[in-house]
């Protein structure tokens, strides 16, 4: 289970949220110890959870729980065992869901059929050995229906060479070739432009994005890790099943 430091949750909040609460109530409380130690300009949504007593916040692209009172705050995985579902996922997938529609799609590099029956969102680094695999069976991705739009994150991080590559990528006349050229372990060049790596790289990390390839549905849910074709298209069946049982 993938838990990120609290002193990571704190510093996440560059949006502007609204505190939505359940009832009459604003849980100033809650909202003004949080802000003492996020600032005012930390994006926080609070709600009641399933536990009572037990608030359920929104900071950022992440979600925690805090004592009504707001002395106690918790960070983790809330789990209904009786219906077998994981509640702090289920939220999270609803902010991932909202992300998602805000993504300019003519900043993607698609590969793929035209018409796919499962579309996916790919945050990919052109030095990740398993970016490079996914890619290189891109036609088996093709053939099981799957479309495969890339996002840029670059794992090193802003002024790295990995960075300098995906910046050339998306800055390419060719942008398919030179992602082709990328994922060989080529080095291409292309004149600067205004690319959208940065903004991607930040949206990765706001999505919960920690390595490449990280797979996410247009619905918000997250896949980490390379799945090959055929088990990804059987995982992208169950995940649609699902959604449409919800």
């Given amino acids: 289970m993938n838990i990120r430091p609290l002193s990571t949750l704190l ?12 009832d009459a109530q604003d849980y100033q409380v809650v909202r003004d110890r949080l802000e003492s130690l996020t600032g005012p300009e930390t994006e926080i949504t609070i709600a009641e959870s399933a536990i009572p007593g037990v608030l359920q916040v929104r900071l950022g692209g ?3 729980y805090m004592s009504e009172d707001g002395r106690y705050l918790m ?14 996922n289920a939220a999270k997938t609803e902010i991932r869901k909202d992300l998602v529609q805000a993504i300019d799609t003519e900043q993607l590099i698609r590969f793929g059929p035209d018409n796919p029956e ?16 996914l890619h290189q069976q891109i036609s088996e991705y093709t053939e099981a229906g799957i479309r495969i739009n890339y996002l840029a994150f670059p794992r090193a991080g802003a002024g790295s060479e990995t960075f300098r590559k995906m910046d050339a990528v998306w800055c390419s006349d060719d942008q398919h070739a ?6 060989a372990g080529g080095s291409p060049t292309a004149e600067a432009c205004q690319s959208p790596v940065a903004e991607q790289y930040r949206l990765g990390q706001a999505l919960g994005v920690t390595g490449t390839p990280a797979l996410l549905t247009m ?10 074709a055929d088990d990804l298209r059987g995982r992208l069946e169950q995940l649609a099943a699902q959604h449409s049982a919800d």
């Fill in 62 to 64: 992440d979600i925690v």
């Fill in 219 to 228: 619905d918000g849910d997250l896949i980490p890790g390379y799945v090959p």
């Fill in 178 to 183: 030179a992602m082709d050229e990328a994922k």
């Fill in 75 to 88: 960070q983790g995985r809330l789990l209904d065992l009786e219906s077998r579902t994981d509640l702090t």
């Fill in 11 to 22: 510093a996440v909040g560059a949006l502007v949220l609204t505190t939505m609460p359940a």
């Fill in 118 to 133: 499962y579309e996916l969102l790919v945050f990919t680094d052109v030095d990740c050995g398993y970016c490079r695999r």
